[in-house]
C-alpha cells in the first residue's frame, strides 16, 4: 500500500508563483514514475508533469516553459514548481505515483488532490 500526501495549494495572483509538494510513504519500493495530474470543473483530468525514477520528465504543452517538476529520492517527494501562473492553470492538483515491480506489474495511486486558484 502507498499513500501520497500533497501539499502547497491555495490562492495567488497572475504571474505569480506556487509550489506542490507530494510526499509518498508505505510500500514506496519499486517507484518508476511520479507526476502531477489537473481537472478543472467539467474537463477530464490531464497531465502536467511527470519525472521517473532516472530522472527523465515529461510537461504538458500548455505548461512548458512555466513548471518545472523535480523529485526527491530519499525523502519519497516529488515537487512541481508553477511560475508565471495564469488563470487557466486553475484546477485541483492530483500527484501521482507508479510502482512498477517485476511478478504483480504496474499499480497507479492517486494523491486526494489540492486546489490551486489563480486569481486578482
Known amino acids: 500500500q502507498v499513500q501520497l500526501v500533497e501539499s502547497g495549494g491555495g490562492l495567488v495572483q497572475p504571474g505569480g508563483s506556487l509550489r506542490l509538494s507530494c510526499a509518498a510513504s508505505g510500500s514506496i519500493f519499486g517507484i518508476y514514475l511520479m507526476g502531477w495530474y489537473r481537472q478543472a470543473p467539467g474537463n477530464e483530468r490531464e497531465l502536467v508533469a511527470t519525472?521517473?525514477?532516472?530522472?527523465?520528465?515529461n510537461f504538458a504543452d500548455s505548461v512548458k516553459g512555466r513548471f518545472t517538476i523535480s523529485r526527491d529520492n530519499a525523502q519519497n517527494t516529488v515537487y512541481l514548481q508553477m511560475n508565471s501562473l495564469k488563470p487557466e492553470d486553475t484546477a485541483v492538483y492530483y500527484c501521482?505515483?507508479?510502482?512498477?515491480?517485476?511478478?504483480?506489474?504496474?499499480?497507479?495511486?492517486w494523491g486526494q488532490g489540492t486546489q490551486v486558484t489563480v486569481s486578482s
Open positions: 501521482n505515483l507508479v510502482r512498477r515491480l517485476l511478478l504483480t506489474g504496474t499499480t497507479d495511486y
Open positions: 519525472i521517473t525514477s532516472g530522472g527523465s520528465t
